[in-house]
């Protein structure tokens, strides 16, 4: 491997000297998290010190913004992963190597992002490992721990071998890669089964859901990867640079329209009432109609689907338009797990229910509120600032700037 | 039937043969006579719940004499009785909840509020009310909703730790040890019948004003001491658990185990709610459940219920 051409921006402090500390764009990162970190303390020491009591969450929404988060984060990982790694090992399209440390590094931290949301969903955290001591692998969350867990190491095991490897680890780097694929999938359809196998939710129970995930968390992972090659690709004037971003744009407008198309046809089907089912309709409608539809029209539709999409498609030769679509279609995306999650259980199981024993928590209306959302900033400030540090101190983008200058 | 054979000497007073007395011909000498045995021992009232189960009478006795029609009451204790004679393994708990009897007087559900000392937002047993129809032509009815006991309980296969599972009498328990708090049980409940404990208590807003009011620590020493769900004793300590876990009626196993019905058919005031063994053909639930007007929640699921609706 040629020696690094490393420019001041490359380096690490260390490198750099003492005196050398220079700010950099992706400290913002930095910045970011530690400013979450603040905003949401006062949430995360609710957390903390009175477990779920002062959540929104009740016993007839036992689910709520923690758990929409979750999944999206999922999709997001698991979706950005498994388009980076088909593309590169699959797809053969190995100019994608300077980004790779990178893609690599931010899966790994929306998986730890996701894993600390997920326990501090639990009524008992500190009992997480009973689901690696008892497990009943009949149960779709056994599963899902199970497998994500084994996903994590996977991808630290990547992660080191891309930023410490050598020409000797590659071949095993390789391998790994491979085995992430076939995890990756599993663990996506099994994120969509924990709904999916509910046969008292009708519009979670149908076998599309779990395949539903998987295109969505494709398209939200392939703009995910749009967006890191955006952000991080060492030469922007190359002229590589703007065909894989021409092709990656490409991909995603395909997977959001074919995810929509798909999610359409899904949708029409269940609205038939002919002889359909008129709970699974109104869980639809609740989507489509309901006091949060603006949560679906103008953040999925609208932000998530039309605009990226419009864009994508009339400029994908000019990244920052691509880069935008890109982001806009990654962060909205997050409207789609939470119409997923929440709509479905605000729907009365037995009417009368909430009005037979009243208490705030057997109430059947759930709105997230200001601690749940300061918890979940403090989470983001916490990978925020994991992400700005790895990115400031290790080696992911003076790695690919070697690369590139090979 | 007749309490022939099993009516205690005149030595061992229990309760029902106290009221009986009081109640009845020779009230005044029974009376007496009682309060004369509960002078000299406080604690026989006490004793006659911790009898064991093999000492029970096996047959209903009648607050009217001998001969005397039984209340339902006293029928479903003697079969429950006889219940407890088997194996475990051999009894099939059901409950018969008679629609047309339930006056919606919500006892059930404060009764099982106060044996399982149940906290704020954590119910087991509320009563639905419905409405429906237009006037003149209107009808209302209430709709007790205890855990259903699903022979095939959605529930259980959704743990991920085997937190809870199907005792072979038939009842869905918790192991609340191991409950982890995810809440899959409480999404795939049809009938929403778990809840989740969030560590609430009645008394915790409560001021202390020593010796102007009853304050906080001495007023929720009742909601500190334990409850005993199944079979074990849960003091509400921190966030220990049920603090955290999912929760649920268990047909007040505790109480069954002792040979009492379950508080909340104790205390229906129109006796709608029944208990017993289905699997002995004399019982009065078994006999319940074969009746045509019979119906279960929700069976469209598959779940098979454990508690009929009587319409």
């Given amino acids: 491997m040629a020696q690094a051409v490393a420019s001041p921006e490359s380096m690490s402090p260390a490198e750099g000297g003492r005196g050398a500390f220079k700010l950099r764009w992706t400290d913002i990162f930095i910045v970011l998290g530690v400013i979450l970190l603040i905003v949401g303390a006062g949430g995360m020491a609710q957390r903390l010190t009175q477990g779920l009591a002062p959540t929104n969450l009740t016993s007839y929404v036992p689910w709520g913004l923690w758990v929409g988060f979750y999944d999206y984060l999922v999709w997001l990982e698991v979706g950005s992963l498994l388009t980076f790694t088909a593309l590169f090992y699959l797809v053969g399209m190995t100019v994608l190597k300077p980004v790779k440390p990178v893609v690599l590094f931010t899966g790994f931290t929306v998986v730890l992002m996701a894993l600390i949301i997920v326990l501090l969903d639990l009524g008992h955290p500190e009992r997480f490992w009973h689901v690696l001591l008892y497990p009943d692998f009949g149960s779709m969350i056994t599963w899902m721990v199970w497998l994500h867990l084994a996903y994590l190491i996977v991808l630290a095991l990547e992660l080191g071998l891309t930023l410490f490897g050598n020409e000797r680890t590659e071949g095993l780097m390789k391998w790994l890669s491979y085995l992430s694929l076939p995890m990756g999938l599993a663990l996506i359809i099994v994120s969509g089964s924990i709904f999916g196998v509910i046969a008292t939710r009708p519009l979670w129970n149908t076998a599309s859901l779990p395949l539903m995930f998987l295109i969505s968390s494709l398209a939200a992972g392939s703009g995910l990867l749009t967006l890191l090659v955006v952000l991080f690709w060492p030469d922007k004037q190359d002229e590589q640079y703007r065909q894989i971003v021409q092709r990656l744009a490409r991909l995603t407008s395909v997977l959001l329209a074919g995810g929509v198309f798909a999610a359409g046809v899904i949708g029409f089907t269940m609205l038939y009432q002919g002889s359909g089912s008129p709970v699974r309709a109104e869980g639809i409608n609740l989507i489509l109609s309901g006091p949060f539809a603006w949560s679906f029209w103008i953040v999925h539709i609208l932000l998530g689907v039309i605009v990226p999409l419009v864009l994508m498609i009339s400029m994908p030769r000019r990244p920052l338009m691509v880069g935008i679509a890109a982001f806009l279609s990654t962060v909205t995306f997050v409207a789609v797990t939470l119409n997923v999650v929440i709509p479905v259980l605000v729907t009365p199981e037995l009417e009368g229910l909430s009005t037979a024993f009243v208490d705030p928590k057997l109430d059947v209306n759930y709105v997230p509120n200001m601690m749940e959302w300061m918890t979940l900033s403090f989470i983001f400030g916490l990978g925020s600032l994991f992400y700005g540090l790895g990115l400031r101190f290790l080696p992911l983008q003076s790695r690919h700037q070697e690369v590139n200058h090979d | 039937m007749t309490s022939k054979d099993t009516v205690k000497p005149a030595s061992e007073v229990t309760r029902r043969n106290f009221l009986k007395g009081l109640m009845g011909g020779a009230g005044a000498a029974a009376a007496v006579a009682a309060f004369e045995a ?132 038939g009842i869905v328990e918790m192991n609340y040890e191991r409950c982890i708090g995810c809440r899959y049980c409480i999404t795939a409940c049809p009938y929403s019948a778990r809840v989740t404990d969030f560590g609430f208590t009645y008394t915790q807003d409560m001021p202390e004003a020593e010796g102007l009011i009853l304050g906080q620590a001495q007023a929720d020493d009742y909601e500190r001491a334990a409850n005993f769900e199944y079979g074990k004793s849960y003091p509400r300590e921190g966030r220990n658990s049920p603090v955290g876990n999912a929760r649920k009626c268990h047909f007040c196993q505790h109480r069954i185990l002792e040979g009492a019905l379950p508080a909340c058919v104790t205390t229906c005031i129109g006796r709608a709610t029944l208990f017993g063994d289905a699997n002995d053909p004399d019982s009065l639930v078994a006999k319940m459940i074969a009746r045509p007007n019979v119906m279960r929640l929700r069976e469209e699921l598959g779940t098979e219920p454990r508690v009929y609706y009587l319409v």
Avoid at chain 2, 65 to 80: Q, S
Avoid at chain 2, 99 to 104: A, D, H, S
């Fill in chain 2, 38 to 169: 509960l002078a000299d021992n406080p604690t026989v009232l006490l004793a006659q719940d911790n009898n064991s189960v093999a000492n029970y009478p096996a047959q209903a006795l009648s607050s009217a004499g001998e001969g005397g029609p039984v209340d339902v009451l006293e029928r479903m204790r003697a079969e429950l009785r006889r219940a407890l004679q088997k194996p475990s393994a051999e009894r099939r708990w059901v409950m018969v909840i008679d629609l047309r009897k339930c006056v919606g007087c919500h006892a059930c559900t404060i009764s099982c509020v106060a044996e399982n000392k149940l906290p704020p937002g954590v119910v087991y047993r509320p009563v639905i009310e419905e409405e429906w129809g237009t006037y003149p032509n209107v009808g209302r009815r209430f709709v007790p909703r205890p855990c259903m006991q699903c022979e095939n309980p959605p529930c259980v296969p959704v743990c991920p730790v085997g937190a809870t599972y199907t005792n072979e009498e």
